[in-house]
């Protein structure tokens, strides 16, 4: 079945360092693929999308690139905030079950001034 | 516009009560999801609905659970009865039926059941 799989956390940096989080997916077909985040106390919003291989979703200094080959999306950003400190979901959406959202377990980032 | 409304936003019961939560989508939205959220089990897909009609409801865990939506502008989640292993953080989202990957979440419920 379809599945998502994100690094474990809690990745922790300080401020203005470089974000990477690993998601790696499996599904049949072409699915989307999404970046949710959840502030502190707060439910979870969208954050990014690409809907292709090759697309670059971007969104408040966050970019991901749809990876077919390696049936990637990583999250990356070149220079964290504190404000950054949250838990960042990797989804998928594979268009079969055309509304239902498959979501990673979720990845913390702590950035400390 | 307001979001996605929940209610109450906590709620602390004793095993073997009833419990009744509400979501208020956003106004247009034509899907409706109901979540938990656990720090073991993480996010979980509990039930959702297209045009307030059940569409799968595989992710709820058992009997105890029930969720209606009677109208498109509210929902209701019940467990019935209530056990300490239910507690976890009940979030509701909404999306337009054709944009579903776009779902906007409620502030969510925490439960605790004890």
């Known amino acids: 079945g379809n599945s998502v799989t994100q690094m474990e956390g809690p990745v922790t940096l300080s401020e203005e360092a470089f974000l990477t989080i690993n998601c790696t997916y499996t599904?049949?077909?072409?699915?989307?693929l999404f970046w949710y985040v959840q502030y502190p106390g707060e439910g979870l919003q969208l954050l990014l999308k690409a809907t292709k291989a090759d697309d670059k979703g971007s969104n408040k200094g966050f970019e991901a690139t749809y990876r077919k080959e390696t049936t990637s999306f990583h999250l990356e950003k070149g220079s964290v905030q504190v404000s950054d400190s949250a838990v960042y979901f990797c989804a998928l959406s594979d268009g079969a079950r055309y509304n239902k959202l498959i979501f990673g377990a979720g990845t913390r980032l702590a950035v400390h001034p | 516009d307001a979001g996605v409304i929940q209610s109450p936003r906590h709620e602390v019961t004793e095993m073997g009560q009833e419990v009744t939560l509400r979501c208020k989508p956003i106004?247009?939205?034509?899907?409706l999801f109901w979540y938990r959220q656990t720090m073991m089990r993480g996010l979980e897909l509990l039930i959702y609905?297209?045009?307030?009609?059940?569409?799968?409801d595989s992710g709820m865990p058992e009997d105890r659970f029930s969720a209606k939506m009677p109208n498109a502008s509210f929902s209701t989640l019940k467990i019935q009865p209530s056990e300490p292993r239910d507690s976890a953080v009940y979030f509701c989202?909404?999306?337009?039926?054709?944009?579903?990957?776009?779902?906007?979440f409620g502030p969510g419920t925490r439960l605790t059941v004890t």
């Open positions: 989202a909404s999306s337009f039926l054709d944009r579903a990957y776009e779902q906007y």
């Open positions: 599904a049949t077909g072409y699915p989307s």
């Open positions: 106004s247009g939205h034509n899907s």
């Open positions: 609905f297209n045009n307030n009609v059940p569409i799968d």
